[in-house]
């Protein structure tokens, strides 16, 4: 539950809160941020794809078919962008920001792709966290080995795991961790 590409951005925000510069933050101020990050990426956005799905009589396995993930992408699209622009008005840190931001690129191109073939949208959301992980390496100056060790062998674990559930081929998780990974690093070191 922790891997699905929801809750990605409040573990982001949670390492950095935790191995940043950002931890000296007031406790009051950082969690009112994850609870904002938890509203935005992950209530919000499975409220609304759960009521969407039981407005179609969809179940779990119908809405997994390429051609009804559109409408879940842009809901959980515009549920990020709008989490952004609170945060943007709130005048939030880049670092902050910068995490919905990639979250953003990365189901955008991830919708652009499911248009002709399905892609894993799970192994791009942990691509992203492995791409942001090693940006902030650069610029806040720390080792990432451990990190990237452990986050190699999750994004194993969910690959192997969406294969299992027959979700997706090798080469839609590969893509996607490949998506996602570009993505995390070059938003991070651009912004």
Same mark, same amino acid.
């Given at each position: 539950? =922790? ?26 101020? /950082? ?7 938890? $509203? ?8 609304? #794809?759960? =009521? ?8 779990? /396995? ?14 959980? #699209? ?9 945060? @943007?008005?709130?005048? @939030?840190?880049?670092? #902050?920001? =910068? ?12 919708? &652009? ?7 894993? #949208? ?12 090693? &940006? ?8 990432? @080995?451990?990190?990237?060790?452990? $986050? $190699?062998?999750? &994004?194993?674990?969910?690959?192997? &795991? ?18 996602? $990974? ?10």
């Amino acid at each position: 539950m =922790v891997t699905t590409p929801f809750y990605l951005p409040v573990l982001g925000l949670i390492f950095l809160f935790t191995f940043s510069y950002l931890s000296i933050f007031p406790t009051m101020y /950082k969690l009112l941020m994850v609870l904002l990050f938890y $509203l935005f990426s992950v209530l919000l956005p499975t409220y609304l #794809i759960h =009521v969407y799905s039981k407005y179609e009589g969809w179940t779990t /396995k119908q809405l997994i078919n390429r051609e009804r993930r559109m409408v879940p992408y842009v809901i959980s #699209i515009l549920c990020y962008f709008l989490g952004f622009y609170l945060l @943007t008005l709130m005048n @939030t840190p880049d670092f #902050i920001s =910068v995490i919905f931001v990639v979250a953003i690129i990365i189901q955008v191109l991830c919708a &652009a792709v499911n248009r002709w073939w399905k892609i894993s #949208i799970h192994s791009a959301g942990i691509g992203g966290v492995t791409g942001m992980v090693v &940006a902030f390496s650069f610029i806040l100056s720390f080792d990432p @080995t451990w990190w990237l060790c452990m $986050l $190699l062998l999750i &994004a194993g674990l969910v690959g192997t &795991a969406r294969m299992v559930l027959r979700q997706h081929s090798l080469a839609q998780i590969v893509c996607g961790y490949l998506i996602g $990974l570009a993505s995390g690093f070059i938003i991070v070191m651009v912004i």
